[in-house]
């Protein structure tokens, strides 16, 4: 389907006073697809969604919403009638019930699919809203997000508060979107939903994209993490084998990430007298660690 990339910036930065936010960011996401934005507390990310969403205005460069300026007030008005928003922090009227809740935003954007979003998440509807569990409340935020069958959704941390059952729902509530060509931006700290659902993710840092590739891509650099303690105490060096991105020697022994399988590590401790050896896939802190090693971006 042809027409501009439903969320794209160019340049753009963004400080608050001499605070960074932003700064010489340019992204831009493909329709169709699942894109994760990657970063700590205070990376950046929230800037970028608040931007996009017309609730702060760049200090310079430009960001546009399926194709629209935003900040135009009338383009952004535009383009949010297509857009789905996420927050992480749900709030709603406490003594508004959940109908009434989705009532009020489908008169704001519609509400074609509410019923079928219902059956997949589904809420006390009538009960007032300051009765709901913190999950309750997030699925009835997914419907009211959803409801309009929006081209685009931008998310933060949307799986927040849902169970294990719930999350997988949500997972192939997105997979399915993607199916129909609907474009999902969102930020996460989960690796295991990244890896399940992302095309692509992009890591930043103080303000700063470091990295932007296929979520394949930028796990295997960081892959598999592998903790051995040893009797001797060779160098770092010495327990380098190919797939090997980096090896550091801890108080617990040595700290070893691989961005594929780590046979050639068994073979070279076989070399030494080994008293204890952990293996475990990479977390998102374990990526974060590999991207953000040394002072310069990527």
């Known amino acids: 389907?042809?027409?501009?990339?439903?969320?794209?910036?160019?340049?753009?930065?963004?400080?608050?006073?001499?605070?960074?936010?932003?700064?010489?960011?340019?992204?831009?996401?493909?329709?169709?697809?699942?894109?994760?934005?990657?970063?700590?507390?205070?990376?950046?990310?929230?800037?970028?969604?608040?931007?996009?969403?017309?609730?702060?205005?760049?200090?310079?460069?430009d960001a546009y919403l399926l194709g629209r300026d935003v900040t135009d007030r009338g383009e952004l008005r535009e383009a949010k009638r297509r857009v789905g928003y996420l927050p992480s922090d749900v709030t709603f009227y406490e003594r508004a019930t959940g109908r009434e809740v989705l009532a009020y935003f489908g008169r704001l954007r519609g509400d074609d699919r509410r019923e079928e979003l219902l059956e997949r998440f589904p809420v006390p509807i009538d009960r007032p809203v300051d009765a709901y569990s913190s999950g309750n409340r997030q699925k009835l935020a997914i419907v009211a997000a959803f409801m309009h069958d929006p081209d685009l959704a931008i998310m933060d941390e949307p799986t927040a508060g849902l169970d294990?059952?719930?999350?997988?729902?949500?997972?192939?509530?997105?997979?399915?979107?993607?199916?129909?060509?609907?474009?999902?931006?969102?930020?996460?700290?989960?690796?295991?939903?990244?890896?399940?659902?992302?095309?692509?993710?992009?890591?930043?840092?103080?303000?700063?994209?470091?990295?932007?590739?296929?979520?394949?891509?930028?796990?295997?650099?960081?892959?598999?993490?592998?903790?051995?303690?040893?009797?001797?105490s060779p160098p770092p060096s010495a327990l380098e084998t190919p797939g090997t991105t980096s090896v550091e020697r801890t108080p617990e022994g040595y700290h070893l990430v691989f961005s594929r399988e780590f046979d050639a590590l068994i073979d070279r401790l076989d070399e030494y007298t080994v008293l204890d050896l952990e293996v475990r896939e990479a977390s998102l802190e374990d990526v974060f660690m590999h991207f953000y090693e040394g002072g310069e971006p990527a």
Not at 10 to 35: C, M, N, P, Q, S
Not at 40 to 55: D, E, M, Q, V, Y
Not at 184 to 197: G, W
């Open 164 to 232: 294990p059952l719930v999350q997988n729902e949500f997972y192939e509530f997105l997979e399915a979107r993607r199916g129909r060509g609907k474009t999902s931006f969102f930020s996460s700290h989960v690796l295991s939903e990244v890896r399940r659902v992302c095309d692509r993710v992009g890591i930043i840092r103080d303000g700063e994209l470091i990295a932007l590739d296929a979520i394949s891509d930028v796990l295997a650099e960081s892959g598999t993490v592998v903790t051995v303690s040893l009797a001797e």
């Open 1 to 61: 389907m042809a027409g501009p990339p439903p969320i794209e910036t160019a340049a753009l930065t963004k400080y608050y006073g001499d605070v960074r936010g932003v700064e010489d960011l340019t992204l831009a996401i493909e329709r169709g697809e699942i894109f994760g934005f990657l970063g700590p507390n205070g990376a950046g990310k929230s800037t970028l969604i608040r931007i996009l969403l017309g609730f702060l205005r760049p200090t310079g460069g």
